[in-house]
């Protein structure tokens, strides 16, 4: 998982475009989410508004002492000012994360931590990574200058919006510099399992060039690739010509947004883009050989992945052996399910065991007899949006079959302990350690509560259950404690003659193995030998280490010129399979015994003298007051303003106006409002949503203008006019489902409508006949239902999986001379996958629509190549059959940095469409192909686009197609 910069990036570059071209807007831009029904707090600070929820007070305290802490640094390096800022924590939401987003503009975070090998544990925890780095998101995009200026007058989170040209690496890469900057060792770019990603593709057949440093990758690997591209970029620029070039750039952006980031960079820099790609990639070319020479000189080992056959894109996690010839691992590919898979040395062939996510530290355990797995996921919560709790499940590897152990305990990294389970469980900002006795989580204990460092790994070794090693994060000193659990209690007294410890007194001393300005992760027992298998971060990589606990000799096993880590023994010790970082991938290998280093650490290296750091308890400089979070009226005043234009006659004639909106910082409620005014009339459209409980409520209440058809004659025209009041009840089921989507999706609405039709002379206001308002009070349904949707990293479509959706209305009155509307429209979808491993995959639908008049737009969903004006249908119900097959062409994957369109991929698509009337009478096929393509503009927006042909067989012809194939 990646920090994300702002979520609602699209949004405004779609707004942007209203400034240059004015159309009709019909959707709200700020968007409403349901929460969890918990008490709100709020603290207030010289900058920032702490926004958080119950029991999550000491949380917030710490979060805002970070923020005031690194503000003045920060702001000094970036520019910009916040003031009252709004910083929002939650901690119901297990898969971590954290954003800044210009729209409605604030900070979210998940308070539980980001798992794996994700962040740097040398610059603390959770919130000591997390706080400086969006701190740099929030000063970058409060900016300001130039004609943007005018913009926050009235629309503010419009002129923070020009930020989102600038290309998701400079933004991204800053912060990743700023965050690398704070604590010596600490971020990022001084983080192994990160850089290392940067370092193997240097070293790729296609490494990257500068565009591709600054765009987010797709379809290709790593997919942080804006975050490693371009932290390296940031970092080399500052190195060579200093902060302030790249200070004042984007200050000048917020100038001149539309001359393009690039352009900017060289007025600042007075280097151009050419000469800065140039230095960059022969500056990091050089870097590279010099640190792999240094590397050759120590005495590399090198290590070959094994090869994964057509499966492409390896993203491989945790090997464990399950025989002496067999190797389960966790996988992901580009084109091929992500689950547990198992590897066969003998016939060196790779087979999916288990099609399933996984919660992201990527922790379970086998038991003795090696059938039956423990692993943890996320379950989404049936309605509120982003909320995933983390859950233990087994699997069994000899019949397939699942359970799941517990619920809602916010557990995960779960280990056999004989009949307990120990896990790891989201405690705040931190995890604790627990267990669940003889696996039942009705009897969970926890074992210790390390707030505020926090338990990063717990193994049991395989034949002795009082014999645990432990890997824990205390102030940013992350390290390995081997414990005998019947020698620790939280009650410090003499039992059996044994002198007990605290969890506590053992955790602030000296751990048997850590490494000063490096960490430990991935602990394993040898199965018969007193040895400790284990990764350690040295010197920024990433190694295999072997721990002889009884002589307290730590031996150096790999000298990977890239990352070497997670490794695990065979059930005899005799082998070891691990991960190796190989170009842009993350590969199984396996070394024997002849190839270990076996190089002997000087006990300086693996267990310094760190009391200084484990000791220390730093007190907050500021405790600050609390009080209730109040959602106020401030909530009201417009955030967003832009012009639009409504058709308004059948000639053409326009309204033009206003749209406004805004949200308040909790997201529960949101409104737009559109003025228009034309020919002297005024219209407006107002709709606002509520999502303080369940299920949300939209409200709806417009007088718009629409063109009603062909004029009557040259020296008239019509006007259209329509009222609408209406209510909705939207709501969303979220199903628990391992690898996929599943949900509901319910919509009950109640609409009132009106319409009329004015007669004016042509280009006057003046009205020479009007029509009485028809009216109608229409009931509305809107149901779909998705089961198991699934689709690869490369696919352009779905693979399995099929969705249902229906819509049913019913006019409860009318006032015109037609019968009262009765419609119902419904279909299926549903998708399969003949060739996987190519990525191509099959849309087929079946859609009918039943109507006692028209009523329905038929031309909305009937392909654009048939002749839509011909076909002159005979009845107002409809039959339609469709089908869409996507072949993937080329990744390529490049692009332009001055000129800033990336072209990510390629794909062909073949369709066909067959429509009739009632059930399919008198059918008309329609059967066509072409070619698209996803490019990203200016850097972070992707569009979709393609040029294909379609014709009916047996006549003669073809139509071109732009859009709907």
Same mark, same amino acid.
Request: proline share 5%; glycine share 8%; hydrophobic share 35%.
């Given at each position: 998982?990646?920090?994300?910069?702002?979520?609602?990036?699209?949004?405004?570059?779609?707004?942007?475009?209203?400034?240059?071209?004015?159309?009709?807007?019909?959707?709200?831009?700020?968007?409403?989410?349901?929460?969890?029904?918990?008490?709100?707090?709020?603290?207030?600070?010289?900058?920032?508004?702490?926004?958080?929820?119950?029991?999550?007070?000491?949380?917030?305290?710490?979060?805002?002492?970070?923020?005031?802490?690194?503000?003045?640094?920060?702001?000094?390096?970036?520019?910009?000012?916040?003031?009252?800022?709004?910083?929002?924590?939650?901690?119901?939401?297990?898969?971590?994360?954290?954003?800044?987003?210009?729209?409605?503009?604030?900070?979210?975070?998940?308070? $539980? $931590?980001?798992?794996?090998?994700?962040?740097?544990?040398?610059?603390?925890?959770?919130?000591?990574?997390?706080?400086?780095?969006?701190?740099?998101?929030?000063?970058?995009?409060?900016?300001?200058?130039?004609?943007?200026?005018?913009?926050?007058?009235?629309?503010?989170?419009?002129?923070?919006?020009?930020?989102?040209?600038?290309?998701?690496?400079?933004?991204?890469?800053?912060?990743?510099?700023?965050?690398? @900057?704070?604590?010596?060792?600490?971020?990022?770019?001084?983080?192994?399992?990160?850089?290392?990603?940067?370092?193997?593709?240097?070293?790729?057949?296609?490494?990257?060039?500068?565009?591709?440093?600054?765009?987010?990758?797709?379809?290709?690997?790593?997919?942080?690739?804006?975050?490693?591209?371009?932290?390296?970029?940031?970092?080399?620029?500052?190195?060579?010509?200093?902060?302030?070039?790249?200070?004042?750039?984007?200050?000048?952006?917020? !100038?001149?947004?539309?001359?393009?980031?690039?352009?900017?960079?060289?007025?600042?820099?007075?280097?151009?883009?050419?000469?800065?790609?140039?230095?960059?990639?022969?500056?990091?070319?050089?870097?590279?050989?010099?640190?792999?020479?240094?590397?050759?000189?120590?005495?590399?080992?090198?290590?070959?992945?094994?090869?994964?056959?057509?499966?492409?894109?390896?993203?491989?996690?945790?090997?464990?052996?399950?025989?002496?010839?067999?190797?389960?691992?966790?996988?992901?590919?580009?084109?091929?399910?992500?689950?547990?898979?198992?590897?066969?040395?003998?016939?060196?062939?790779?087979?999916?065991?288990?099609?399933?996510?996984?919660?992201?530290?990527?922790?379970?355990?086998?038991?003795?007899?090696?059938?039956?797995?423990?692993?943890?996921?996320?379950?989404?919560?049936?309605?509120?949006?982003?909320?995933?709790?983390?859950?233990?499940?087994?699997?069994?590897?000899?019949?397939?079959?699942?359970?799941?152990?517990?619920?809602?305990?916010?557990?995960?990294?779960?280990?056999?302990?004989?009949?307990?389970?120990?896990?790891?469980?989201?405690?705040?900002?931190?995890?604790?350690?627990?267990?669940?006795?003889?696996?039942?989580?009705?009897?969970?204990?926890?074992?210790?509560?390390?707030?505020?460092?926090?338990?990063?790994?717990?193994?049991?070794?395989?034949?002795?259950?009082?014999?645990?090693?432990?890997?824990?994060?205390?102030?940013?000193?992350?390290?390995?404690?081997?414990?005998?659990?019947?020698?620790?209690?939280?009650?410090?007294?003499?039992?059996?003659?044994?002198?007990?410890?605290?969890?506590?007194?053992?955790?602030?001393?000296?751990?048997?193995?850590?490494?000063?300005?490096?960490?430990?992760?991935?602990?394993?027992?040898?199965?018969?030998?007193?040895?400790?298998?284990?990764?350690?971060?040295? @010197?920024?990589?990433?190694?295999?280490?072997?721990?002889?606990?009884?002589?307290?000799?730590?031996?150096?096993?790999?000298?990977? $010129?890239?990352?070497?880590?997670?490794?695990?023994?065979?059930?005899?010790?005799?082998?070891?399979?691990?991960?190796?970082?190989? @170009?842009?991938?993350?590969?199984?290998?396996?070394?024997?015994?002849?190839?270990?280093?076996?190089?002997?650490?000087?006990?300086?290296?693996?267990?310094?003298?760190?009391?200084?750091?484990?000791?220390?308890?730093?007190?907050?400089?500021?405790?600050?007051?609390?009080?209730?979070?109040?959602?106020?009226?401030?909530?009201?005043?417009?955030?967003?303003?832009?012009?639009?234009?409504?058709?308004?006659?059948?000639?053409?004639?326009?309204?033009?106006?206003?749209?406004?909106?805004?949200?308040?910082?909790?997201?529960?409620?949101?409104?737009?409002?559109?003025?228009?005014?034309?020919?002297?009339?005024?219209?407006?459209?107002?709709?606002?949503?509520?999502?303080?409980?369940?299920?949300?409520?939209?409200?709806?209440?417009?007088?718009?203008?629409?063109?009603?058809?062909? $004029?009557?004659?040259?020296?008239?025209?019509?006007?259209?006019?329509?009222?609408?009041?209406?209510?909705?009840?939207?709501?969303?089921?979220?199903?628990?489902?391992?690898?996929?989507?599943?949900?509901?999706?319910?919509?009950?609405? !109640?609409?009132?409508?009106?319409?009329?039709?004015?007669?004016?002379?042509?280009?006057?206001?003046?009205?020479?006949?009007?029509?009485?308002?028809?009216?109608?009070?229409?009931?509305?349904?809107?149901?779909?239902?998705?089961?198991?949707?699934?689709?690869?990293?490369?696919?352009?479509?779905?693979?399995?999986?099929?969705?249902?959706?229906?819509?049913?209305?019913?006019?409860?009155?009318?006032?015109?001379?037609?019968?009262?509307?009765?419609?119902?429209?419904?279909?299926?979808?549903?998708?399969?996958?003949?060739?996987?491993?190519?990525?191509?995959?099959?849309?087929?639908?079946?859609?009918?629509?039943?109507?006692?008049?028209?009523?329905?737009?038929?031309?909305?969903?009937?392909?654009?190549?048939?002749?839509?004006?011909?076909?002159?249908?005979?009845?107002?119900?409809?039959?339609?059959?469709?089908?869409?097959?996507?072949?993937?062409?080329?990744?390529?994957?490049?692009?332009?940095?001055?000129?800033?369109?990336?072209?990510?991929?390629?794909?062909?698509?073949?369709?066909?469409?067959?429509?009739?009337?009632?059930?399919?009478?008198?059918?008309?096929?329609?059967?066509?192909?072409?070619?698209?393509?996803?490019?990203?503009?200016?850097?972070?927006?992707? !569009?979709?686009?393609?040029?294909?042909?379609?014709?009916?067989?047996?006549?003669?012809?073809?139509?071109?197609?732009?859009?709907?194939?």
């Amino acid at each position: 998982m990646n920090l994300v910069y702002p979520s609602t990036i699209l949004k405004s570059i779609i707004i942007l475009l209203f400034l240059a071209i004015t159309s009709p807007v019909k959707a709200q831009f700020y968007d409403t989410v349901h929460r969890p029904q918990v008490s709100w707090h709020e603290i207030n600070t010289r900058h920032f508004r702490i926004i958080y929820h119950e029991g999550f007070h000491e949380t917030a305290q710490r979060a805002a002492q970070l923020l005031e802490d690194d503000y003045e640094n920060i702001q000094s390096l970036i520019g910009g000012n916040l003031r009252n800022f709004p910083v929002i924590i939650n901690g119901y939401n297990d898969q971590s994360n954290g954003y800044v987003t210009s729209f409605n503009f604030r900070m979210e975070v998940e308070a $539980p $931590p980001i798992g794996g090998k994700i962040l740097n544990a040398r610059t603390g925890g959770h919130l000591e990574n997390l706080m400086s780095h969006e701190l740099v998101h929030a000063l970058q995009f409060s900016v300001r200058g130039g004609y943007t200026n005018l913009l926050y007058i009235f629309s503010p989170d419009l002129g923070r919006s020009v930020h989102a040209f600038v290309p998701g690496g400079i933004i991204e890469g800053y912060a990743v510099y700023q965050e690398s @900057q704070l604590t010596e060792g600490g971020g990022r770019g001084n983080f192994a399992p990160f850089m290392h990603q940067y370092y193997g593709n240097l070293n790729s057949r296609r490494p990257w060039s500068l565009a591709s440093h600054m765009t987010p990758a797709s379809y290709t690997r790593p997919g942080g690739r804006h975050y490693i591209g371009g932290y390296a970029f940031t970092n080399w620029f500052i190195q060579t010509y200093g902060e302030e070039p790249l200070k004042r750039s984007i200050r000048s952006h917020t !100038i001149f947004p539309f001359l393009g980031y690039p352009t900017n960079l060289w007025y600042t820099s007075k280097i151009t883009p050419w000469q800065m790609s140039r230095e960059f990639q022969d500056a990091m070319r050089e870097n590279e050989d010099q640190r792999l020479e240094a590397h050759r000189l120590r005495g590399a080992t090198e290590h070959q992945p094994i090869a994964t056959g057509r499966l492409r894109g390896p993203d491989v996690h945790q090997p464990r052996w399950i025989s002496e010839t067999e190797i389960l691992y966790y996988g992901r590919y580009y084109n091929h399910r992500t689950g547990f898979w198992v590897y066969d040395t003998e016939n060196d062939e790779h087979r999916l065991l288990f099609n399933t996510f996984m919660h992201e530290s990527i922790g379970y355990d086998l038991d003795e007899s090696r059938e039956n797995l423990l692993y943890a996921r996320y379950s989404t919560h049936p309605y509120n949006e982003n909320q995933y709790i983390a859950d233990i499940h087994r699997f069994n590897l000899r019949d397939g079959s699942t359970e799941r152990i517990t619920e809602g305990l916010r557990a995960h990294a779960p280990v056999h302990a004989g009949r307990d389970i120990y896990a790891l469980q989201t405690d705040r900002h931190t995890y604790r350690w627990i267990k669940l006795k003889n696996g039942d989580e009705s009897r969970t204990e926890i074992i210790h509560e390390s707030f505020p460092g926090s338990i990063v790994q717990v193994a049991v070794h395989p034949r002795n259950e009082n014999l645990v090693a432990v890997i824990a994060n205390i102030n940013g000193v992350q390290g390995l404690w081997l414990l005998r659990m019947d020698h620790i209690s939280e009650l410090q007294h003499s039992r059996d003659g044994i002198i007990r410890q605290s969890f506590d007194e053992v955790f602030t001393q000296t751990p048997d193995i850590a490494f000063e300005g490096g960490a430990v992760y991935d602990a394993h027992w040898h199965p018969t030998q007193p040895r400790l298998l284990l990764s350690g971060e040295h @010197q920024q990589t990433l190694n295999l280490y072997e721990y002889h606990y009884t002589t307290d000799r730590l031996l150096q096993l790999t000298h990977s $010129p890239y990352n070497a880590m997670e490794a695990s023994y065979t059930p005899s010790g005799e082998r070891i399979a691990m991960v190796i970082q190989h @170009q842009n991938y993350r590969r199984l290998a396996t070394l024997d015994p002849a190839q270990y280093l076996n190089h002997e650490v000087p006990r300086n290296i693996w267990q310094p003298n760190l009391q200084h750091l484990l000791s220390a308890t730093p007190q907050p400089d500021t405790l600050y007051t609390s009080q209730p979070y109040r959602t106020g009226r401030a909530w009201l005043k417009p955030r967003a303003v832009f012009p639009t234009t409504r058709i308004m006659s059948a000639r053409g004639f326009n309204s033009y106006g206003l749209i406004i909106g805004s949200a308040d910082v909790l997201r529960r409620n949101s409104y737009s409002l559109e003025f228009t005014h034309g020919r002297g009339d005024t219209f407006y459209d107002l709709n606002y949503t509520y999502a303080g409980r369940y299920p949300k409520i939209e409200l709806r209440s417009a007088l718009r203008p629409y063109s009603p058809g062909a $004029p009557i004659n040259e020296s008239t025209d019509l006007y259209g006019q329509e009222r609408i009041q209406s209510l909705a009840l939207p709501m969303s089921w979220y199903l628990d489902d391992r690898a996929g989507t599943s949900g509901f999706f319910f919509q009950p609405e !109640i609409q009132f409508n009106e319409s009329r039709i004015l007669l004016r002379p042509t280009g006057s206001s003046a009205v020479l006949a009007s029509s009485d308002w028809n009216s109608a009070l229409r009931a509305r349904v809107q149901a779909s239902y998705a089961h198991k949707l699934r689709q690869n990293m490369r696919d352009a479509q779905p693979n399995s999986g099929f969705r249902l959706y229906a819509q049913s209305d019913y006019d409860l009155y009318t006032s015109s001379d037609l019968s009262p509307f009765s419609g119902f429209r419904a279909g299926i979808q549903t998708w399969v996958a003949p060739l996987m491993l190519q990525n191509q995959s099959l849309r087929l639908e079946l859609g009918i629509i039943r109507q006692n008049r028209f009523g329905y737009n038929l031309f909305s969903i009937v392909h654009e190549g048939f002749d839509i004006a011909g076909i002159g249908f005979s009845s107002q119900n409809l039959s339609l059959f469709s089908a869409r097959y996507t072949i993937p062409l080329l990744h390529p994957d490049r692009g332009g940095y001055f000129i800033p369109v990336y072209l990510d991929r390629v794909y062909a698509v073949l369709f066909t469409e067959t429509i009739g009337s009632n059930f399919f009478d008198d059918p008309q096929t329609l059967v066509g192909g072409g070619l698209r393509a996803q490019i990203r503009f200016i850097f972070n927006f992707p !569009i979709d686009l393609g040029i294909g042909f379609a014709t009916i067989p047996g006549t003669s012809g073809t139509n071109g197609v732009l859009t709907n194939f």
